[in-house]
């Protein structure tokens, strides 16, 4: 019988075998206003959900802290644990208010959720200004509260879009004594389209801050009239993120920087753009238990066609896997480019092209999307409802898929779209032009269609390109469906950006 070997190791294989490399902790707080699966109107709700998870892998002790809302499913709520209670003083009310802490954890990453039933009651995250105001300066400040009393004091507070653009005026002002003080702060912009802007009287009156933030142009001061809650967030963060390298030079400018380019440039030394990654677990063809058929980069030409045919029958369009049949998943708001798409849509369907729309918003855009689904029965689909099951199937089920926003600080849609083999077709702007490489005939390189100024010609235009390609020289097509699901679009890359940034914060 042959003798096991055992390999003993000499004194110089020891001295020369690499010390694994363990990465110094760091502790994180992220603090924002949505976050999939408790609550999540966009591509914040799955920032907040997927970067974190990415981060506890890479040795960063993370928590999310996040309002509790009233709308958070029961199945989440019932999970939740009770960490503790306390009372706050709010601004200038007069009031001691009752700040709950509930707490829930999943793969690594801890929830911490503000509870008063009063400030977050309702059927969704967000209202209007008027009841919002009240509600993201009470959850800005007792997310900091929350910390001193949790005695969780992280090296960094991560805070997400103007709910929580008050936490680095806090931690620089009215905390600045208390223990978490010392952290250093980063604000990351989402949509720079929504600032929390109000009179100043009312954003005095709720925060309590020094009178000095709001004379100042260059802190909280908008105008004589209004404060302006973004701007002070801003001013007071140590670093700035936005979520594409392209939108951070965008919004220095005046048509993209929503009447903040000015204060962007001045602050731009400490500006600079990650783009966004998607969640692999959650966004896997071959694994997604929602599609008609499973797919990978070896099967995905006939698994797309059987997901085509399967998503036809579910809306009730003629179903012909010859067809192109080109997707549309988006919140139906004037950002993203849907009146190009309106104007358009009868110079697109023609026989062997179909049109799926999912998505919900302004009753304009719902009304006329609702119109083309009679007018052209069997071509066109508007599903105007809000559905991620049906979301991933269409991923899986059309051709190409349309992003033609007017701004896109990142977008998620396309970078879902090229991992289902899906080909986007979108303007070049925001992160749009960062993750989309158009599609070069000659050199065969490439992962979409793209076209620049906002016009519905050459939105037109693209969609002709893709066309074109797809019924005339289909296996150039395939070979960029498989391109595009080879992308690496996961987090890890974004991740360790943002991990980076952490260090360079705290280099000690
Ligand atoms: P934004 O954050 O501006 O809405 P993004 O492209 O960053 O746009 O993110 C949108 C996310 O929401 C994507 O994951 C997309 O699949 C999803 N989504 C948008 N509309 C719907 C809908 N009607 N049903 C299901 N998912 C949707």
Redesign the pocket.
């Known amino acids: 019988m042959a003798r096991k070997k055992t390999k003993v190791e000499t004194a110089a294989e020891k001295e020369t075998k690499p010390v694994e490399y363990m990465e110094p902790r760091r502790s994180v707080a992220f603090i924002g206003s949505e976050c999939h699966p408790f609550v999540k109107?966009?591509?914040?709700g799955?920032v907040m959900y997927a970067l974190p998870k990415e981060l506890a892998k890479m040795n960063c002790d993370v928590r999310v802290i996040l309002p509790r809302y009233e709308c958070i499913p029961w199945e989440y709520q019932e999970k939740m644990v009770y960490r503790g209670e306390f009372y706050m003083d709010l601004g200038n009310t007069g009031r001691n208010i009752y700040v709950g802490i509930m707490e829930y954890e999943e793969d690594g990453v801890v929830y911490d959720f503000i509870d008063n039933k009063e400030f977050f009651s309702g059927p969704k995250p967000y209202f209007n200004l008027i009841d919002d105001i009240p509600k993201f300066c009470l959850f800005s400040k007792a997310a900091l509260a929350a910390l001193n009393f949790l005695n969780w004091i992280p090296n960094i507070v991560h805070c997400h879009d103007w709910q929580a653009a008050l936490v680095p005026v806090y931690l620089r002002t009215l905390f600045s004594d208390t223990p978490v003080g010392g952290a250093r702060s980063i604000l990351t912009i989402?949509?720079l389209r929504f600032q929390g802007i109000y009179d100043i009287k009312t954003i005095r009156y709720w925060t309590g801050l020094p009178d000095g933030v709001f004379d100042n142009p260059r802190l909280l001061g908008q105008d004589w009239l209004d404060a302006n809650i973004m701007k002070g967030g801003l001013a007071f963060a140590d670093r700035i993120t936005t979520v594409s390298p392209n939108y951070a030079g965008e919004i220095q400018t005046p048509e993209y920087g929503e009447t903040l380019d000015e204060h962007l440039r001045y602050h731009n030394c400490k500006l600079r753009g990650i783009v966004n990654g998607i969640d692999c677990d959650v966004w896997n063809p071959d694994t997604d238990p929602v599609l008609a058929a499973n797919y990978n980069q070896k099967n995905a030409v006939k698994g797309k066609k059987k997901n085509k045919l399967a998503l036809q029958k579910e809306l009730g369009l003629e179903e012909d896997q010859n067809k192109y049949v080109i997707g549309l998943?988006?919140?139906l708001t004037n950002?993203k480019g849907l009146d190009l798409v309106n104007a358009i849509v009868p110079q697109v369907l023609d026989e062997f092209t179909q049109i799926v729309v999912?998505?919900?918003g302004d009753r304009n855009y719902e009304d006329s999307f609702r119109y083309y689904e009679n007018r052209f029965r069997g071509q066109f689909s508007a599903c105007i409802?809000?559905?991620?099951a049906?979301?991933h199937r269409i991923y899986a089920g059309v051709d190409s898929l349309l992003v033609p926003s007017r701004f896109?600080p990142?977008?998620?849609?396309q970078l879902?779209a090229m991992h289902y083999g899906t080909v986007p077709i979108v303007r070049e702007t925001g992160g749009l032009k960062d993750t989309v490489e158009p599609y070069n005939q000659y050199t065969g390189s490439g992962n979409g269609f793209t076209f620049d100024r906002y016009e519905s010609g050459l939105l037109l235009d693209a969609i002709n390109r893709s066309k074109t390609l797809y019924f005339t020289e289909r296996e150039y097509w395939d070979e960029m469906l498989i391109r595009d699901m080879n992308k690496d679009v996961s987090w890890g890359n974004s991740a360790r950006q943002y991990r980076d940034l952490y260090m360079e914060l705290t280099p000690w």
């Open positions: 109107t966009g591509g914040l799955d989402h949509n998943i988006s919140r950002q999912l998505g919900t409802q809000y559905d991620e049906r979301a896109e990142c977008g998620l849609t879902n």
